[in-house]
């Protein structure tokens, strides 16, 4: 008798389940929270040069950051004319000198942001981004170090370790006296995100039936969702950027109840010899189910669950590479997690750049990750290769087509975010889709391998998001470029891959490779 047999005894997705998710689900609003809030801490708002000179007419003081040459180019931009009187234009002959007194910054919007606090505009201004690589870079960091803690200590104590590093120092960085303790806190607030989720998700998995697996991990993505609209009502009420770095970070407190609540996982108990334990856990899931174990039913029986495997060829991640069908799939696996979570990210932290009302932008996009998640669960099922290729084609399509909408159109600034807004539906699909697709494209032996670097390729992706609009120096419309075409190479990869939709999974090398697998790899046998 296996674990999920046990779970089909007691209750794949009961009350005691139904509970769980509660508690796995609540923290996801947070985490969105921490995420996103880049988009309005570290906003830049309107500013101008404080010349030190003054000038009769007040038209003249206006945003001259924000000024470009005659030919379009912003080299100039952070540059001011030396005489304001006579100014037309950069490059029409003026003498110019770089902004030497500050900066004043509109508080129309925001009352006060990292930038403006710390002055992150012109030859500073790409600390913003990078600022925001390094917390991504956190998550990488946290899913391999916490990651490998779990497995040896537990997903419950990790979580718990985890929820408390994230309120600690989220709170700590509004208190950051300079931009690089702030970046080195939201570093380890990144580390602990990666704690949560993967956890989360994983503890939530092991405690839930087969059947109601795929339906109950979207129940997390959903209150991430909800997290991204809330974040733009909370980010609406303060505009100071110290206070709403409290704001998402303070509530985190109330989670030291999850001391009390929050249940072990019985599978990892059973795994690491600690039948006793899991078998109260499991009695007391059943109870809760209202579907009590049988009293001739003991631990001695339930040891068997999860019994010492058999002896058998160790495998690792160069396994993912040896062999030609097996090479093919999971490059094209990692690319799929890389591509959907740069552009993910890509556009989600960059809703600036849009034109509109930063807060209205926020909560639309938010509101699409709903409909983008629910769809997916009336195609998945029809077929998963199909599903991951359309999502990310119309993704794709929708960020490629802002290229070409002319400047100076009338709506440009409307339909430049409905085709945004139309390329995160695509994404956030594809997205949803990925975490299941890839864990049934790799087989048993070698499927936590395959999905652990292809968690890496995600996060590294992540890392490279904010870094995008660094390609702005070259032409304003390079990131929204490569935003189109990433997802567009990686739909056309999935036709290479096969529909694992209503099939076996495979369990072995053998099983992907058949008969094409090399004879001379002689630890391994093709199945002809």
Not at 282 to 305: F, R, Y
Not at 469 to 481: A, C, D, E, T
Request: glycine share 8%; with cysteine; proline share 4%.
């Amino acid at each position: 008798m296996n674990f999920d047999e046990i779970l089909r005894l007691i209750g794949g997705f009961g009350k005691f389940q139904k509970i769980l998710y509660v508690w796995i689900c609540v923290p996801q609003i947070f985490l969105a929270f921490h995420m996103l809030v880049s988009v309005f801490t570290g906003a830049v708002p309107p500013h101008v040069c404080q010349t030190g000179k003054s000038s009769a007419n007040s038209q003249l003081f206006f945003n001259l950051s924000l000024l470009y040459t005659s030919d379009g180019h912003p080299d100039l931009s952070c540059k001011i004319p030396e005489n304001l009187s006579s100014i037309v234009a950069f490059g029409d002959g003026h003498p110019t000198e770089r902004c030497q007194g500050g900066w004043e910054y509109s508080k129309e919007i925001f009352e006060s942001t990292i930038v403006t606090e710390w002055d992150l505009v012109c030859d500073r201004a790409s600390l913003n981004n990078i600022g925001s690589s390094f917390y991504m870079f956190g998550l990488l960091v946290g899913a391999i170090v916490f990651g490998t803690l779990a497995d040896k200590y537990g997903r419950r104590i990790i979580i718990l370790i985890s929820l408390s590093i994230q309120a600690v120092f989220g709170c700590a960085a509004a208190f950051a006296p300079n931009f690089y303790v702030y970046t080195a806190l939201r570093f380890i607030v990144g580390t602990s995100i990666s704690g949560v989720i993967m956890n989360a998700f994983v503890l939530g998995t092991e405690w839930t039936g087969p059947k109601e697996r795929m339906l109950a991990g979207l129940l997390t993505d959903y209150f991430f969702g909800f997290g991204y609209i809330i974040l733009a009502g909370v980010a609406y009420l303060v505009r100071d950027w110290r206070k709403l770095q409290l704001a998402i970070s303070m509530p985190g407190f109330i989670f030291v109840f999850y001391i009390w609540v929050l249940p072990r996982s019985a599978r990892w108990l059973m795994a690491n010899g600690r039948e006793e334990e899991a078998w109260e856990l499991i009695q007391k899931a059943a109870e809760i189910n209202g579907n009590p174990l049988t009293k001739d039913m003991d631990v001695s029986k339930t040891c068997n669950i999860e019994g010492k495997p058999e002896e058998k060829k160790k495998h690792s991640f160069i396994d993912l590479v040896r062999t030609p069908t097996m090479r093919k799939r999971s490059l094209i696996i990692f690319y799929l997690w890389f591509a959907n979570v740069l552009v993910y990210y890509g556009l989600s932290l960059n809703i600036s750049s849009f034109g509109m009302n930063i807060y209205l932008t926020q909560m639309i996009f938010g509101l699409v990750e709903m409909p983008a998640r629910t769809i997916i669960l009336f195609t998945i099922n029809r077929s998963r290769k199909f599903s991951q290729l359309a999502f990310l084609a119309v993704g794709g399509v929708a960020c490629l087509l802002t290229v070409f909408i002319p400047s100076g159109m009338k709506d440009q600034t409307l339909i430049k975010t409905a085709l945004a807004m139309t390329g995160k539906f695509g994404i956030t699909a594809s997205l949803s889709i990925i975490y299941v697709y890839s864990a049934e494209v790799f087989p048993t032996v070698i499927r936590q391998n395959g999905i652990g670097i292809g968690s890496m390729c995600a996060r590294t992706g992540g890392v490279l998001a904010p870094m995008l609009y660094f390609l702005k120096s070259f032409s304003p419309h390079v990131p929204m470029l490569l935003c189109g075409l990433c997802p567009l190479l990686g739909s056309v990869l999935t036709l290479l891959l096969p529909d694992t939709a209503n099939k076996a999974l495979p369990d072995t090398i053998e099983d992907v490779e058949g008969c094409n697998l090399s004879e001379k790899n002689s630890s391994l046998k093709p199945m002809c």
